[in-house]
T-cell receptor, first 107, second 115 residues
């Protein structure tokens, strides 16, 4: 059973913020929210993760709702190189990847 | 520093043959994971090693699949009597510990094609 729900695809204009949503309504207290992305023909790349609080690093920001049932990954200034499949995962240790969201950044 | 290394990067073999796929994790990482990704699909968990504990084999699709991790470092995934449905990219990942606070670092995978 899928623990997360993501839209299959999204478009974003280059230079604009990309906001990728994820629903995880059955998340348990010990599970973290992880985001990875996969560019064609490469292994998945870790982006960010969080438990309860919002997180920010050099790649992105993660906004987790207070009830933890959903989250949003924000790429503040999307570039063409951010075109990839983005995976949202809730987990204690093993990464059960779903189909993700295919983000296309357009010039 | 060196990331997760997988070999070979590509493997083509005939149906019915056995194959071995190798993963060299990041030095010092105690947790190691194998995944499979079929064309256009998400990742499918196969097996998880954590230190000297018994591996979690719950994702292995059949008894033709097995994996070993020698000396807590290098891992080998073996597929016996390969079938065409085994064609996929096999990905390995490692993390410092098998805990959710530690992100997994992935190799670029082995692309396996069964003729």
């Amino acid at each position: 059973d899928a623990k997360t729900t993501q839209p299959p695809s999204m478009d974003c204009a280059e230079g604009r913020a990309a906001n990728l949503p994820c629903n995880h309504s059955t998340i348990s207290g010990n599970e973290y929210v992880y985001w990875y992305r996969q560019i064609h023909s490469q292994g998945p790349q870790y982006i960010i993760h969080g438990l309860k609080n919002n997180e920010t690093n050099e790649m992105a920001s993660l906004i987790i709702t207070e009830d933890r049932k959903s989250s949003t990954l924000i790429l503040p200034h999307a570039t063409l190189r951010d075109t990839a499949v983005y995976y949202c995962i809730v987990t204690e240790y093993d990464m059960r990847f779903g189909a993700g969201t295919r983000l296309t950044v357009k010039p | 520093g060196a990331g997760v290394s997988q070999s070979p990067s590509n493997k083509v073999t005939e149906k019915g043959k056995d194959v071995e796929l190798r993963c060299d994790p990041i030095s010092g990482h105690t947790a190691l994971y194998w995944y499979r990704q079929s064309l256009g699909q998400g990742l499918e968990f196969l097996i998880y090693f954590q230190g000297n504990s018994a591996p979690d084999k719950s994702g292995l699709p059949s008894d033709r699949f097995s994996a070993e991790r020698t000396g807590g470092s290098v891992s080998t995934l073996t597929i016996q009597r390969t079938q065409q449905e085994d064609s996929a990219v096999y990905l390995c990942a490692s993390s410092p510990q098998g805990q959710s606070i530690q992100p997994q670092h992935f190799g670029d995978g082995t692309r396996l094609s069964i003729l």
